[in-house]
Antibody, heavy 123, light 107 residues
Framework: EVQLVESGGGLVKPGGSLRLSCEAS????????MNWVRQAPWKGLEWVGRIKSKTDGGTTEYAAPVKGRFTVSRDDSKNTLYLQMNSLETEDTAVYYC??????????????WGQGTLVTVSS | DIQMTQSPSSLSASVGDRVTITCRASQSISSYLNWYQHKPGKAPKLLIYAASSLQSGVPSRFSGSGSGTDFTLTISSLKSEDFATYCCQQSYSTPLTFGGGTKVEIK
């Protein structure tokens, strides 16, 4: 069974840091492009960032609101995706999901998704 | 950035109703459009990818259509388990963006 399990969420003060993890199983993690998506309270889904597979260059891309503060990384030996979040702001409060990005003929989609981990930024 | 606009933002429907949700992109995205179902406290679930391809295991009452800038998700006969929020997502270019969501509620 393909599964993604996030961990590491919690309460952090503004300006603080947090690292989220996402452990993958049931598929060849090293071949997958991995993404983080978040949902703030009462808001829609928002893409955070992506890391490509090492065979596709291992490059990262980020949404403008988090660029320079968040870093997506991966450890293929541990089948684990990470999101390092620094300089956290109250606007970063959200449930954070990791998801696998698949594609056929360059058209990509997210499947599956983890169950999410809640990050609350508050003083 | 490509803006995705969904309508309506919410709707009330009864079991057995035909439901149509629309998604409009701010520029042409060809068929780079996916649909997800999201229930509170659960992981989002892929329903339709590449505008009209049904994800494996998703019931055939779900269908998607459209290309360019205008897309539609249709539920042919609503079941009780379909009450949820539905959102579209473009994969044409980064930043990848989602529509605001359509909440389908019980009438």
């Amino acid at each position: 069974e393909v599964q993604l399990v996030e961990s590491g969420g919690g309460l952090v003060k503004p300006g603080g840091s947090l690292r989220l993890s996402c452990e993958a199983s049931g598929f060849t993690f090293s071949n997958a492009w991995m993404n983080w998506v978040r949902q703030a309270p009462w808001k829609g889904l928002e893409w955070v960032g992506r890391i490509k597979s090492k065979t596709d260059g291992g490059t990262t891309e980020y949404a403008a609101p988090v660029k320079g503060r968040f870093t997506v990384s991966r450890d293929d030996s541990k089948n684990t995706l990470y999101l390092q979040m620094n300089s956290l702001e109250t606007e970063d409060t959200a449930v954070y999901y990791c998801t696998t990005e698949w594609a056929v003929a360059t058209i990509g989609w997210f499947d599956p998704w983890g169950q999410g981990t809640l990050v609350t930024v508050s003083s | 950035d490509i803006q995705m606009t969904q309508s309506p933002s919410s709707l009330s429907a009864s079991v057995g109703d035909r439901v149509t949700i629309t998604c409009r992109a701010s520029q042409s995205i060809s068929s780079y459009l996916n649909w997800y179902q999201h229930k509170p406290g659960k992981a989002p679930k892929l329903l339709i990818y590449a505008a009209s391809s049904l994800q494996s295991g998703v019931p055939s009452r779900f269908s998607g259509s459209g290309s360019g800038t205008d897309f539609t998700l249709t539920i042919s006969s609503l079941k009780s388990e379909d009450f949820a929020t539905y959102c579209c997502q473009q994969s044409y270019s980064t930043p990848l963006t989602f529509g605001g969501g359509t909440k389908v509620e019980i009438k």
